[in-house]
């Protein structure tokens, strides 16, 4: 069975999700793939998937799991990775980019997951949704395979805005919080920033300043401030989110990408260097695959663009078909935990001057 041409066929009880068809490096096919993936699992998501017709039309057809799940809307024109944001939102509207995000904008979906253009997404995401009443940039906060009992830590900004000020690294804080909250059921989540060193008179000025602020609205924001963390404490114990600008998110996101890949391929060298390595492999397979699932970053796919009045998911560029499938069951997630709403009204709390909290706490469970 085909896609269903109306909204109403898609479920009106289902929380649907726009789907960006296109921009990804392995091409529709692979985001179909994980869009099959979700519904088989989760009998409650229904998508609009955005991009061109005739291609994508036969892609979902071969689908048997997404029958009567799907609608599809035509948008002839891709956004590639070489475009420039700025061109993009100019000449953008007839893309699959854009007429996702419409869909959000028009509250005909939930959330809205996209594997394309990084910078595009984020300008476009702005201009059509809108940043928060008090929000002054926008953040990408990841999530970063940790030794935590939540299994992942959460760092932002990843890589949204190069730059940021104390205010921004403190409205970080507080946007991180709400996400550890409603992500991963933390009452009270630890929040560390970033620095070259844990003691309080290093870093930049912004960064010191930024101490201060985040530290004076621990108690009234309810979250636990632990100070300067190094990057050491990306993946360890100490905190549950780590605060940065976008430059230095984004270098150690990408740092982070490479190592586990190296560790991958050096693991593999060293078991297969000789017979009786082979074998200790063989014996080793469950744990070396329970390992691998840990570490393995399309596990963990998605960014979520924090700060906007609606939810964007951006999947890694490279994501395939199992990389996909989890920024969508992230996405689904939050819409299901309704977080833009939570957060926003976490963010409406703050006062202008010292951006203090007061209010309801938010939700604790996705």
Same mark, same amino acid.
């Given at each position: 069975?085909?896609?269903?041409?109306?909204?109403?066929?898609?479920?009106?009880?289902?929380?649907?999700?726009?789907?960006?068809?296109?921009?990804?490096?392995?091409?529709?096919?692979?985001?179909?793939?994980?869009?099959?993936?979700?519904?088989?699992?989760?009998?409650?998501?229904?998508?609009?998937?955005?991009?061109?017709?005739?291609?994508?039309?036969?892609?979902?057809?071969?689908?048997r799991a997404l029958a009567g799940r799907v609608e599809i809307r035509d948008a002839p024109q891709?956004?590639?990775?070489?475009?420039?944001?700025?061109?993009?939102?100019?000449?953008?509207?007839?893309?699959?980019?854009?007429?996702?995000?419409?869909?959000?904008?028009?509250?005909?979906?939930? $959330?809205? #997951?996209?594997? =394309?253009? +990084? %910078?595009?997404?984020? @300008?476009?995401?702005?201009?059509?949704?809108? !940043? /928060?009443? &008090?929000?002054?940039?926008?953040?990408?906060?990841?999530?970063?395979?940790?030794?935590?009992?939540?299994?992942?830590?959460?760092?932002?900004?990843?890589?949204?805005?190069?730059?940021?000020?104390?205010?921004?690294?403190?409205?970080?804080?507080?946007?991180?919080?709400?996400?550890?909250?409603?992500?991963?059921?933390?009452?009270?989540?630890?929040?560390?920033?970033?620095?070259?060193?844990?003691?309080?008179?290093?870093?930049?000025?912004?960064?010191?300043?930024?101490?201060?602020?985040?530290?004076?609205n621990a108690d009234a924001a309810a979250y636990e401030f632990v100070g300067f963390v190094e990057?050491?404490?990306?993946?360890?114990?100490?905190?549950? $989110?780590? #605060?940065?600008? =976008?430059? +230095? %998110?984004?270098?150690? @996101?990408?740092?982070?990408?490479?190592?586990? !890949? /190296?560790? &991958?391929?050096?693991?593999?060298?060293?078991?297969?260097?000789?017979?009786?390595?082979?074998?200790?492999?063989?014996?080793?397979?469950?744990?070396?695959?329970?390992?691998?699932?840990?570490?393995?970053?399309?596990?963990?796919?998605?960014?979520?663009?924090?700060?906007?009045?609606?939810?964007?998911?951006?999947?890694?560029?490279?994501?395939?078909?199992?990389?996909?499938?989890?920024?969508?069951?992230?996405?689904?997630?939050?819409?299901?935990?309704?977080?833009?709403?939570?957060?926003?009204?976490?963010?409406?709390?703050?006062?202008?001057?010292?951006?203090?909290?007061?209010?309801?706490?938010?939700?604790?469970?996705?």
């Open positions: 069975m085909g896609a269903r041409s109306d909204h109403t066929a898609v479920g009106a009880e289902r929380i649907i999700i726009s789907v960006d068809a296109m921009g990804g490096d392995q091409g529709p096919a692979a985001v179909v793939g994980g869009m099959e993936h979700s519904a088989a699992r989760n009998p409650d998501i229904g998508f609009i998937l955005h991009g061109p017709r005739a291609e994508l039309e036969p892609l979902v057809a071969r689908r891709v956004v590639s990775m070489n475009d420039k944001p700025s061109q993009v939102v100019r000449q953008g509207r007839a893309t699959s980019m854009w007429s996702a995000l419409e869909s959000v904008r028009a509250r005909e979906a939930s $959330v809205c #997951v996209s594997c =394309g253009n +990084t %910078g595009a997404l984020m @300008l476009m995401s702005v201009m059509r949704l809108r !940043k /928060l009443p &008090g929000i002054a940039r926008p953040a990408i906060a990841v999530m970063w395979p940790s030794q935590n009992p939540q299994q992942h830590n959460i760092m932002l900004d990843g890589g949204a805005d190069i730059s940021a000020d104390a205010r921004d690294l403190m409205q970080y804080a507080l946007m991180g919080a709400s996400y550890a909250r409603n992500g991963f059921g933390l009452a009270r989540p630890r929040i560390g920033l970033l620095n070259v060193g844990t003691e309080e008179h290093k870093g930049r000025a912004e960064l010191r300043e930024a101490h201060d602020l985040i530290a004076a990057g050491r404490d990306l993946p360890g114990t100490v905190c549950d $989110v780590i #605060v940065t600008d =976008g430059f +230095t %998110g984004n270098v150690a @996101l990408k740092t982070g990408e490479g190592t586990a !890949k /190296l560790v &991958g391929d050096l693991l593999r060298e060293a078991f297969n260097h000789s017979p009786l390595s082979r074998l200790a492999a063989l014996l080793a397979y469950t744990s070396l695959q329970r390992m691998r699932k840990r570490v393995d970053p399309r596990r963990a796919n998605g960014g979520v663009f924090l700060g906007l009045n609606g939810t964007v998911v951006k999947s890694h560029g490279a994501a395939d078909a199992t990389g996909v499938s989890s920024a969508i069951k992230l996405a689904f997630e939050l819409a299901r935990s309704h977080f833009t709403e939570r957060l926003a009204a976490r963010i409406a709390a703050a006062t202008p001057a010292g951006n203090e909290m007061t209010g309801p706490e938010e939700g604790t469970s996705t």
